[in-house]
């Protein structure tokens, strides 16, 4: 479906921005406003995140006409999985003082490089969208 290819794209540029945005936002200027958005109302954030999981979730059920299934668009699927994970993380440290084991692993892999997945996710969204035909992307 073509839906959750463009969703897929948008989605994980979007998460990608928010991620990154510590990062990116001294060498872009649009990002820095962007940052002090998402920081000031969390539950749009968290609302990107969960949307970011379930449409990584449904790209990898769902399999444009000609296209490999499963594999053929294997990184943006994990890359929304990963980064709508990582958000929801986000929000849930912010808002939560229980810990476990778990979530103190999860926020040293995925917070503690939330830096490193949102480019990563910026640039599968963006090969996705350039090189829609390619395997895993």
Do not use: C
């Not at 073509?2 to 990002?31: C, H, K, P, T, W």
């Not at 476990?100 to 949102?118: Q, R, Y």
Request: net charge neutral; no cysteine; charged share 15%.
């Amino acid at each position: 479906m073509l839906q959750f290819y463009l969703l897929s794209v948008d989605m994980n540029i979007l998460a990608g921005i928010i991620l990154a945005a510590g990062f990116i936002d001294e060498r872009v200027s649009f990002v820095s406003g962007m940052k002090n958005y998402f920081d000031a109302k969390p539950g749009v954030k968290l609302t990107i995140g969960i949307i970011t999981f379930v449409v990584g979730f449904f790209k990898l059920l769902s399999v444009p006409s000609g296209d490999v299934p499963v594999v053929g668009d294997l990184l943006p699927a994990v890359a929304g999985l990963v980064m709508g994970f990582a958000l929801f993380l986000d929000y849930y440290k912010a808002r939560s003082t229980v810990t476990s084991p778990f979530v103190d692993w999860t926020e040293k892999v995925l917070l503690n490089n939330k830096n490193a997945i949102g480019i990563a996710g910026i640039v599968i969204g963006l090969l996705h969208f350039l090189l829609p035909r390619v395997l895993f992307l």
